[in-house]
């Protein structure tokens, strides 16, 4: 943490004087390649709005569907909203527009839906927070392979 090796060395028991120690930068730009969506006009899901509130997540998602061309990967923080914003993406969404992947929706495994997502061009992936899995190296790829992440 903060180029310094202090807190795993402790963590694991090691003397400084027994690791060799380097940083090496992120090949990834975090300030040309990711984009960060937060909206503050959407209606206050606290107050029980929640149907107002998928509604206008999924008024963004086609928006920013179209600016990026699909190739999105969209987290929610439940699955019932994740079905639901997948129910009314689906009927707004036309086939030869963009092919709608959805964790728990669409058959498969969780490296069979990042594979399908990968292969299409305009393609839209939800999934909840969990479908990227405890490791940062799924997200990390996704990242890498130039797909944008927005999350609900």
Request: glycine content about 6%.
């Given at each position: ?5 202090s807190?795993?060395?402790q963590?694991?028991g ?7 120690t380097?940083v090496i930068?992120s090949?990834f730009?975090y300030?040309?390649?990711v ?9 206050d899901i606290?107050?029980?709005n ?9 008024e963004?998602i086609l928006s920013l569907a ?12 439940s699955?019932?909203m ?5 129910q009314l993406?689906k009927?707004?969404?036309?086939e ?17 839906l990042?594979?399908?997502f990968q292969?299409?061009d305009?393609a839209i992936l ?5 479908f990227?899995g405890r490791s940062g ?7 890498l392979?130039?797909h944008?992440?927005f999350?609900?």
């Amino acid at each position: 943490m903060n180029g310094s090796f202090s807190f795993m060395r402790q963590r694991l028991g090691l003397p400084k004087e027994a690791v060799d120690t380097k940083v090496i930068p992120s090949p990834f730009s975090y300030k040309d390649q990711v984009q960060l969506f937060i909206p503050n006009d959407f209606p206050d899901i606290r107050f029980g709005n929640q149907e107002e509130f998928i509604a206008a997540t999924c008024e963004a998602i086609l928006s920013l569907a179209e600016i990026t061309k699909g190739r999105m990967l969209v987290l929610f923080t439940s699955y019932e909203m994740l079905r639901k914003a997948h129910q009314l993406l689906k009927e707004a969404i036309l086939e030869q527009e963009f092919i709608l992947i959805a964790q728990g929706i669409t058959s498969g495994s969780r490296a069979r839906l990042k594979k399908n997502f990968q292969s299409f061009d305009k393609a839209i992936l939800l999934g909840t927070n969990s479908f990227l899995g405890r490791s940062g190296h799924s997200r990390a790829r996704f990242i890498l392979s130039g797909h944008r992440t927005f999350a609900f």
